[in-house]
């Protein structure tokens, strides 16, 4: 890294085999085997895609979006986030790395640091902790080698089952050569996909398909093709986009039981899987409400950087703690109903509960500072209006008009002090308010 940013150049000019064994230091000094338990429920697993990794979507500037919103929780909400240490899982598939051609790998490797880069002031704060999984094992791994009880294990698969079922019913899939490539498109629900689509690239038509001669005739005629339900039950992407599914499922459920921490996630699709898998996802729901509304909830969040929010943090710790609590309790009394809770109703939080007591701050804080203004201003104006007639009507010798301004000076610095301590004092008098760290914030977004 070099000013910020990845240093291109020396990633360019370092071999795939020292990359691979700098992956392998990441993996070892990220390792969750050296972490202990979390005694707090402020402490969350993040999943994959949240935590900026390369799936569900592999865009750089997707991956960075979800690290910035993973930042802002972390910052405001959360005392310790754990994320997939991704740099490391280039060592699960080395071998192939290898083999592979070495601008991709470094281009991977590139985007990896990147959005480490990011997530870097809340790593060194140690509000973002990236961990490996035990076994040094990639989240893909992981899914293969974890053994669950025989119970969790049968509600993983029913789950995995149900995604590609879904995948099968409402996703459309078209296929289409373009040049010498292969492409599969994917269209379908949010939840299901990120962005509503996808795709997948092929140097070949893809194994499923092949067995077809009219479908290969047609797809090397030209042109996209949307292909059947047997079309795409042969092909399998059903199976293949439900297993990335498994995979951050398997990550959170792995993690969360090695540290004693709990789900982080901005899809509701995790949520209603680790309700059918553990039946117990109240934290885990009321996380990702928080996660997903934390900009409708806190409208001036994105003005701040991230550093400032850490600093203003560490400043007023007590008052955060205190600001956390009350938002606890507001989203647990709007969301206690069962009903959905939608952005508006997020913005309402703001509206009725926030915002009426930051004006309540507001007001006391005015009052404070029109006493400091009128007191004040009336000392320098007396002091003044006496100097100047003094001088003007010869009252004051000329010797000690001078003497009498710094005099006067001097008093009317005295007495603004004063106020201003009055000031100071008004301000201290409402650290206790519970929305103070939040008044402190919009402040600090204001500057």
Avoid at 44 to 62: D, F, N, W, Y
Avoid at 379 to 407: E, K
Wanted: net charge neutral; charged share 25%.
């Amino acid at each position: 890294m070099r000013g910020g940013e990845v240093n291109v150049t020396k990633l360019a000019a370092t071999s795939i085999s020292d990359l691979l064994e700098l992956a392998e230091q990441a993996a070892e000094v990220t390792s969750a085997a050296s972490l202990e338990q979390e005694r707090t429920s402020f402490a969350h697993t993040a999943s994959l895609e949240l935590g900026g990794g390369p799936s569900p979507c592999v865009e750089i500037g997707c991956r960075i979006g979800h690290a910035d919103q993973l930042a802002r929780y972390a910052a405001l909400y959360g005392d310790r986030i754990y994320t997939n240490c991704f740099f490391a899982d280039h060592v699960a598939h080395a071998d192939s790395a290898m083999r592979a051609n070495p601008e991709t790998v470094r281009s991977r490797m590139k985007d990896d640091l990147a959005v480490l880069l990011h997530l870097r002031p809340l790593i060194e704060a140690g509000r973002v902790i990236p961990v490996t999984p035990p076994r040094n094992h990639c989240p893909h791994c992981l899914s293969i080698h974890t053994t669950f009880d025989e119970d969790t294990l049968r509600r993983l698969n029913a789950v995995t089952d149900h995604v590609a079922r879904r995948h099968l019913r409402e996703v459309e899939v078209i296929v289409e050569r373009i040049g010498p490539r292969y492409f599969v498109r994917l269209k379908g629900p949010e939840d299901l996909l990120e962005h509503g689509g996808g795709g997948i690239i092929f140097d070949q038509i893809p194994d499923g398909l092949r067995s077809d001669p009219r479908l290969v005739a047609r797809i090397h005629h030209g042109g996209p093709i949307k292909l059947t339900r047997s079309q795409r039950l042969a092909l399998g992407t059903h199976k293949r986009e439900a297993e990335k599914i498994r995979q951050n499922l398997v990550f959170e459920l792995s993690v969360c039981q090695c540290l004693g921490t709990s789900l982080l996630t901005s899809n509701q699709l995790d949520v209603d899987l680790l309700t059918a898998i553990s039946q117990d996802a109240v934290i885990a729901k009321r996380n990702a409400l928080i996660q997903r509304h934390l900009t409708a909830i806190v409208p001036f969040l994105e003005e701040l950087d991230v550093r400032d929010l850490l600093e203003l943090r560490t400043k007023e710790a007590d008052s955060f703690i205190l600001f956390r609590g009350a938002l606890s309790k507001a989203i647990s009394d709007t969301s206690a109903n069962g009903a959905d809770f939608t952005e508006e109703r997020a913005r309402q939080i703001y509206g009725d509960v926030l915002a009426p007591q930051l004006a309540g701050l507001d007001l006391k804080m005015a009052g404070a500072r029109r006493a400091f203004r009128k007191t004040t201003g009336r000392r320098i104006v007396g002091w003044v209006g006496a100097i100047s007639f003094g001088a003007f009507t010869g009252i004051l010798p000329a010797g000690l008009v001078a003497a009498a301004q710094a005099l006067g000076l001097t008093k009317v610095l005295a007495d603004s002090t004063e106020a201003a301590m009055t000031l100071s004092d008004a301000e201290e008098s409402i650290r206790s308010d519970e929305m103070y760290f939040l008044w402190r914030l919009r402040k600090l977004a204001k500057r």
